[in-house]
């Protein structure tokens, strides 16, 4: 590993609109789906290091977990997990050997190898979700601008790295620090395209749970997802877990870069959401997850065999944890409990299932609803903001029992 290099030679051409090829071994995949909303063909693509995957964008590489995935353990495996770039131009080539963190901003700067992580700082591992903000975009109405993404943009990994809080009391906080920034290697054919920087509140920062991880599931992480090193900040959204992360700066003002001025911001209202119509009303960035369940053996439109058949899936939230997911058979009116999986940890998807009785020839309409430690609990109605977030509505399936 100290001395890995990664060639994107497959990503490379990938990228290029004559390169989206399949992998040999994907034969019984699907070349292609049609997602449940306007626009909605997809091809099933494989590129460096991924199985078949549902591609939204090939420059820059945005590919979706099939939702199947999660129906077969909480760690999503590395080879499924989802892609989500902001810039068109990745770094064909890595040495992770040579690949250094600038450290600056602070009373000593610092040039961290991967072999200075793994010596010189206490190791740690955490299960955490790492969603995308725009996770279930397409399911939106009005529809909003983005990736259109089904439910499928996130996964649960366990990171092993070291403690952000850590590398900046080696490097020294000044007084007045108000936030750290993040910036990646990924970058833009435009110069004049602004690079990808998030900046995270020094509270935030400093919290254990963040890590600079290096190894995703026992593994290093895959080159889509961030090889040699990435940020991991479990219980937020995906927009601040910087892949390929390069650079650390500690700022003494409020980060007013594009992408924490103007994108990836919610309303900031009682609820961060709006009615379509509103205009002027005051943003924030966005911040952390919200509670959310989904079934993983069941689809909309699908069907149920009569008898006794188990019902199962997933649900996390931001940090606390799941106290409990409820099944509804009847489209809401009425809640079964069901049964939780072991607990890998707050930040992590928390398995759960339950059994129904059913008669064959009926139609019924399922809800899973999650609860959070803090007590929070799924709405009904999902709140729409212009960008597409914060979409953590009880889901609902139609299903036919035969």
């Given at each position: 590993?100290?001395?890995?290099?990664?060639?994107?030679?497959?990503?490379?051409?990938?990228?290029?609109?004559a390169?989206?090829?399949?992998?040999?071994?994907?034969?019984?995949?699907?070349?292609?789906?049609?997602?449940p909303?306007?626009?909605?063909?997809?091809?099933?693509?494989?590129?460096?290091?991924?199985?078949?995957?549902?591609?939204?964008?090939?420059?820059?590489?945005?590919?979706?977990?099939?939702?199947?995935?999660?129906?077969?353990?909480?760690?999503?495996?590395?080879?499924?997990?989802?892609?989500?770039?902001?810039?068109?131009?990745?770094?064909?080539?890595?040495?992770?050997?040579?690949?250094?963190?600038a450290?600056?901003?602070?009373?000593?700067?610092?040039?961290?190898?991967?072999?200075?992580?793994?010596?010189?700082?206490?190791?740690?591992?955490?299960?955490?979700?790492?969603?995308?903000?725009?996770?279930?975009?397409?399911?939106?109405?009005?529809?909003?601008?983005g990736?259109?993404w089904?439910?499928?943009?996130?996964?649960?990994?366990?990171?092993?790295?070291?403690?952000?809080?850590?590398?900046?009391?080696?490097?020294?906080?000044?007084?007045?620090?108000?936030?750290?920034?993040?910036?990646?290697?990924?970058?833009a054919?435009?110069?004049?395209?602004?690079?990808?920087?998030?900046?995270?509140?020094?509270?935030?920062?400093?919290?254990?749970?963040?890590?600079?991880a290096?190894?995703?599931?026992?593994?290093?992480?895959?080159?889509?997802?961030?090889?040699?090193?990435?940020?991991?900040?479990?219980?937020?959204?995906?927009?601040?877990?910087?892949?390929?992360?390069?650079?650390?700066?500690?700022?003494?003002?409020?980060?007013?870069?594009?992408?924490?001025?103007?994108?990836?911001?919610?309303?900031?209202?009682?609820?961060?959401?709006v009615?379509?119509?509103?205009?002027?009303?005051?943003?924030?960035p966005?911040?952390?997850?919200?509670?959310?369940?989904?079934?993983?053996?069941?689809?909309?439109?699908?069907?149920?065999?009569?008898?006794?058949?188990?019902?199962?899936?997933?649900?996390?939230?931001?940090?606390?944890?799941?106290?409990k997911?409820?099944?509804?058979?009847?489209?809401?009116?009425?809640?079964?409990?069901?049964?939780?999986?072991?607990?890998?940890?707050?930040?992590?998807?928390?398995?759960?299932?339950?059994?129904?009785?059913?008669?064959?020839?009926?139609?019924?309409?399922?809800?899973?609803?999650?609860?959070?430690?803090?007590?929070?609990?799924?709405?009904?109605?999902?709140?729409?903001?212009?960008?597409?977030?914060?979409?953590?509505n009880?889901?609902?399936?139609?299903?036919?029992?035969?």
């Amino acid at each position: 590993m100290a001395s890995r290099s990664i060639f994107l030679g497959g990503v490379a051409g990938a990228l290029g609109a004559a390169a989206i090829g399949r992998a040999a071994n994907a034969a019984a995949e699907p070349a292609s789906i049609v997602a449940p909303f306007e626009n909605g063909y997809r091809p099933v693509v494989a590129l460096a290091q991924k199985r078949p995957l549902i591609m939204l964008s090939p420059r820059p590489p945005l590919l979706e977990t099939p939702f199947s995935v999660f129906d077969r353990g909480i760690l999503t495996p590395n080879d499924a997990f989802f892609v989500r770039w902001h810039l068109s131009m990745i770094p064909e080539k890595i040495d992770a050997s040579a690949h250094r963190i600038a450290v600056t901003g602070t009373e000593r700067t610092l040039s961290l190898s991967l072999a200075n992580l793994k010596n010189d700082y206490e190791q740690v591992t955490i299960v955490a979700v790492n969603q995308c903000s725009g996770n279930s975009r397409g399911f939106f109405g009005p529809r909003v601008a983005g990736g259109q993404w089904q439910n499928g943009a996130m996964g649960n990994a366990r990171w092993k790295g070291v403690r952000l809080r850590d590398v900046l009391a080696k490097a020294g906080l000044k007084a007045g620090t108000k936030q750290i920034q993040f910036q990646g290697l990924e970058r833009a054919p435009i110069t004049s395209t602004p690079l990808f920087r998030k900046s995270l509140d020094l509270d935030v920062a400093q919290n254990e749970n963040v890590i600079i991880a290096y190894e995703m599931n026992g593994a290093p992480l895959p080159v889509l997802n961030g090889f040699p090193v990435r940020l991991v900040v479990p219980g937020y959204f995906s927009t601040y877990w910087t892949k390929m992360l390069a650079h650390i700066r500690a700022l003494d003002t409020v980060d007013d870069n594009f992408w924490m001025k103007t994108a990836y911001r919610i309303p900031d209202t009682p609820n961060n959401g709006v009615l379509p119509t509103d205009k002027g009303f005051p943003t924030i960035p966005i911040g952390p997850m919200r509670v959310r369940s989904f079934a993983t053996n069941i689809i909309d439109g699908g069907t149920l065999a009569a008898g006794n058949p188990e019902i199962r899936g997933i649900a996390f939230d931001n940090g606390s944890g799941i106290a409990k997911v409820e099944l509804s058979a009847d489209g809401g009116t009425t809640w079964l409990p069901t049964t939780l999986d072991a607990d890998a940890g707050p930040f992590s998807f928390r398995r759960w299932s339950t059994r129904l009785d059913l008669v064959p020839s009926r139609s019924l309409v399922i809800a899973c609803r999650a609860t959070s430690n803090a007590g929070v609990v799924q709405p009904v109605e999902p709140v729409w903001t212009p960008g597409g977030y914060l979409k953590n509505n009880i889901e609902t399936y139609k299903v036919t029992v035969a």
